[in-house]
């Protein structure tokens, strides 16, 4: 059952506990109404809100300390990806098609990010083809000076580091926010991370 689904029926069973205990008031005994049975319920009232109240935060604050985490994971992505097309620009025109490789993936990143997200459970992690390639081919630059040689260091571990954090962001891909939580801005999720990167480069 969905999130949805499941506060649209809590919502009537709560609507439907107000109408049967107000058809059910005219069939209690005198003494149930009196002052002292209301002090009662009002306090039996306040503490189930109390707990609820607790209950609900608490979900809020998981929701939002997750939402957060992930949302630290993109924006790492981003840099790391604008980062190493830097890094490669100031390689040489030899790292040319490296830097196109890396533009054609954003693409499928978003949108392979966005389906682990609406996936009920991730499966097993695959790096892609395209990306396989691009992380090879910064492997096997030849480079020809000092510079070059720092620059390829740099663009290895970058390109390293990118992986992990992709590796993470997988492995919490099953960390859902519920819907009744998710910012409204999380359906465009697929071209956030697309439009962050493609906009620098």
């Known amino acids: 059952m969905s999130a949805l689904a499941l506060s ?14 107000a ?3 005219r069939a ?25 109240a ?13 939402f957060d985490t992930q949302s630290t994971q993109i924006t790492q992505i981003t840099a790391d990806i604008i980062l190493l097309d830097n ?9 040319r098609p490296i830097r196109e490789q890396m533009r054609n993936i954003i693409e499928p ?4 990010l966005w389906r682990e997200k609406q996936a009920s459970a991730a499966t097993t992690f695959e790096l892609s ?8 081919g910064i492997q096997a630059l030849s480079p020809q000076n000092d510079l070059q040689r720092s620059l390829q260091s ?19 891909s099953g960390n859902v926010i519920p819907t009744p939580f998710s910012p409204s801005w999380c359906s465009g999720s697929s071209s956030y991370l697309q439009a962050s990167v493609c906009s620098r480069l």
């Open 109 to 112: 990143l978003a949108d392979r």
């Open 87 to 95: 890094l490669l620009a100031e390689y040489g025109p030899e790292a």
């Open 154 to 172: 740099r663009a290895a571990q970058v390109s390293t580091d990118l992986v992990q954090t992709r590796l993470i962001l997988f492995a919490e």
């Open 54 to 66: 607790l209950v609900l935060g608490l979900l809020i604050a998981s929701a939002k300390s997750s």
């Open 129 to 136: 083809g395209p990306a396989e390639k691009a992380y090879l």
């Open 23 to 25: 058809l059910l008031r």
């Open 8 to 21: 649209f029926l809590i919502f009537l069973l709560t609507l439907g506990g107000i109408f049967f205990g």
């Open 28 to 52: 209690l005994p005198e003494h149930h109404l009196s002052k002292d049975s209301q002090d009662v319920v009002r306090l039996g009232v306040g503490l189930i809100g109390t707990i609820a």
